[in-house]
């Protein structure tokens, strides 16, 4: 697997932060890799998960951290987003029910779709 440096071709850059467990949160830390559920809402669709791998710029995230990281995301949520992402909008990472990390969309790479 690349690291966050070497990955080039992304979707999404973001900065996430990962639920303390004690509020939730899951109770051990994601890597590079990690494939949660890419929680957002599109269009007439409220909130609808999707999926979507995470490349970390720390390599792994600990409850209560946050690190910036790239986001590939499945062509199905390019598609009926329409290839929007606006910058500064939230999103959720699930697992399950469960959102385990919040994040915000700092650049999208994603063309109309």
């Known amino acids: 697997m690349k690291n966050y440096h070497d990955v080039e071709e992304f979707d ?3 900065k996430v932060y990962l639920i303390e467990t004690e509020f939730g949160g899951r109770q051990g ?6 494939r949660g559920q890419f929680f957002w809402h599109i269009n007439d669709v409220n ?6 791998s995470y490349i970390f710029e720390s390599g792994q995230v600990n409850p209560g951290e946050e690190s910036n990281c790239k986001v590939v ?13 606006p910058t500064e909008r939230q999103f ?7 959102i385990i990390a919040v994040g915000v969309i ?3 790479n994603v063309q109309n779709a």
Not at 47 to 52: L, N
Request: proline fraction near 0%; charge should be negative; include cysteine.
């Open 29 to 34: 830390a994601v890597h590079d890799g990690y």
């Open 92 to 98: 959720g990472i699930r697992e399950g029910s469960k």
């Open 106 to 108: 700092l650049e999208s």
């Open 47 to 52: 909130c609808s998960d999707w999926d979507a």
């Open 73 to 85: 995301l499945s062509e199905n949520v390019k598609k009926y987003s329409k290839g929007v992402f």
């Open 12 to 14: 999404l850059l973001a």
